[in-house]
């Protein structure tokens, strides 16, 4: 029985403290959290793990500088802590990385109120990061000659943070963490109904039915409270639970596109766009990450459009010095996503809304009644903030928890990476497969896994080729692809190229589709059903490998 099937069978007519319905970055955080304070946990997505808008991201962990046009300092205050937080517990997963802003004729600021709102920024962050510089045209064109400074006024570089690996492995840490604290995780698993019985309060009980959109089967389970951390999809389930709120959810679109390393240089490049909102070029291992837009939209489910292409290429290519212009073709992958934005239920309209003032705040509603706990909105700078105050709520509503002692998160202690360090060293591991790789593999394993990097130090010593790339330029060894066929819970096969590794994020579905080595991961994960895997991911009746 593999680890999916062993957690829908302990659903099976199991009770527990809380359940969670969302395994994004707020439902993940939760049951990370509460998992960790010794709750009986469920949680459970109708998708995979962090596969709706946690996984749309622009990869960067910030304090919301664009906040202060607004003279939100409050909001950016805690979020500015929050990263510090992140930080400090993710030393390896998260670091500190420059943001470069070039001010031209279309940027709604000068350079010199650029700079005085960098230094403000800055102070409001408890001065975690380096100090922010305001730069003229040529020190610009100087350090970043890729960038077109032609029309450039001046400019800013201040600092945030980013993930050195994708948004949506580090949402399935927290899952993992979950998990790891004896929390019953499924994806691909719908609450097909949830209905509170027997009373108000703690004299009532959520039965909930659920249905494995795998195999058809379906789970009746029950649970003292639940967490609704739907995102996009909140107010649908509150709805249909009968549960009112105060606030909201409207949606904002953005796309991002994923194409060749454009500059060497491993910091951000930020401009304004001719709408005057800000936009990036993102470092992501070998590949440049360009966005994101901003639209307003009804429909949680989104795409990229050849309008928002056409965008947010002549966009770029209007602001950078290239050999050429970036084209359609030369785009490897995309993402698209929307923001879930919270706003009162008794506000304005949809249409009504002033989009340029929406921020990422969350906000946390609690129904005493049905002991329901709503996440709305948030972002991923601020989960572990998610995380704290749904386990307050939770508690609030009666069930015990054990005092928060913070090891539900964060990289384990410095002392236990020294000792990993120091037997990668005397493995060798580093000497192996280096030409190919953008970091050494004790860095890559630590930081990913942590703990459990220690037995894939074993595993590569009893054989080497354990330490190769799994495909060439993607940065994810075979060890790790071993690994995660058993305890990453990968039901198909877009779970490990999207989610668990960037894989598909970095090569494109041309080159994946021709791909020999896929095969080999394919068949790792899936054994026997391999072939049918790969007919799934490519949406093809059979599969072969293109020659």
């Given at each position: ?24 970055i ?34 960067l ?37 420059g ?20 230094f ?51 949402v ?49 389970c ?37 194409v ?46 050849a ?52 921020s ?69 591991v580093?000497?192996?497969q ?114």
């Amino acid at each position: 029985m593999g680890l999916r099937s062993t957690h829908l069978a302990s659903m099976e007519g199991g009770h527990f403290d809380v359940f969670v319905i969302g395994g994004g970055i707020n439902g993940a955080v939760s049951a990370a959290a509460l998992a960790g304070r010794g709750a009986r946990v469920a949680l459970v997505d109708r998708g995979d793990f962090a596969s709706f808008t946690s996984q749309e991201s622009s990869n960067l962990v910030w304090g919301g500088f664009k906040y202060l046009e607004n003279y939100e300092i409050p909001l950016v205050r805690k979020l500015c802590l929050s990263r510090n937080r992140l930080m400090d517990a993710y030393p390896t997963n998260i670091r500190e990385i420059g943001f470069l802003a070039s001010l031209d004729q279309t940027s709604p600021h000068p350079p010199w109120l650029g700079a005085l709102g960098s230094f403000a920024y800055w102070a409001i962050g408890n001065f975690k990061t380096q100090r922010p510089r305001m730069l003229g045209s040529r020190t610009i064109e100087a350090e970043e000659p890729l960038v077109d400074t032609t029309n450039v006024r001046g400019g800013i570089e201040y600092f945030d943070a980013y993930l050195e690996d994708n948004d949506a492995r580090f949402v399935f840490s927290f899952v993992r963490r979950a998990m790891d604290a004896g929390a019953v995780v499924a994806n691909y698993v719908e609450a097909s109904s949830a209905r509170w019985v027997g009373g108000h309060g703690e004299e009532g009980r959520w039965i909930i039915d659920l249905v494995d959109l795998i195999s058809g089967e379906t789970v009746r389970c029950t649970a003292d409270t639940m967490v609704n951390a739907a995102g996009p999809f909140v107010d649908g389930l509150n709805h249909g639970w009968d549960n009112p709120t105060d606030h909201r959810i409207v949606f904002s679109k953005g796309i991002h596109l994923v194409v060749r390393r454009l500059t060497e240089n491993h910091r951000v490049l930020a401009f304004f766009d001719d709408t005057q909102r800000l936009f990036y070029v993102i470092p992501m291992g070998g590949r440049s990450l360009i966005g994101t837009t901003d639209t307003r939209t009804g429909d949680p489910l989104s795409t990229v459009t050849a309008a928002d292409r056409e965008f947010l290429l002549s966009q770029i290519n209007a602001r950078l010095d290239l050999d050429g212009p970036l084209r359609v073709d030369d785009i490897i992958a995309e993402r698209s996503g929307v923001r879930p934005l919270v706003v009162p239920r008794d506000g304005n309209d949809q249409e009504d809304t002033d989009w340029t003032a929406l921020s990422r705040k969350h906000e946390i509603e609690v129904n005493t009644e049905q002991r329901i706990v709503t996440v709305f909105g948030g972002k991923l700078t601020d989960c572990l903030n998610v995380g704290e105050e749904v386990a307050a709520a939770i508690k609030r509503l009666g069930v015990s928890l054990e005092p928060d002692r913070h090891d539900w998160y964060g990289e384990p202690a410095a002392a236990t990476h020294e000792e990993f360090m120091r037997q990668a060293r005397l493995s060798g591991v580093d000497d192996l497969q280096l030409a190919t790789m953008h970091e050494p593999p004790s860095q890559r394993l630590w930081r990913r896994y942590g703990h459990r990097a220690f037995a894939m130090l074993e595993a590569i010593r009893e054989d080497p080729s354990m330490a190769e790339d799994v495909m060439e330029g993607t940065d994810y060894m075979r060890v790790e692809l071993h690994l995660a066929a058993h305890t990453e819970m990968i039901t198909k096969l877009d779970d490990f190229l999207r989610r668990r590794s960037k894989v598909s994020q970095v090569i494109s579905q041309d080159a994946l589709r021709s791909s020999a080595d896929l095969v080999e991961v394919a068949t790792v994960l899936f054994g026997s059903s391999a072939d049918e895997k790969l007919a799934e991911y490519f949406q093809l009746e059979d599969y072969e490998v293109k020659q």
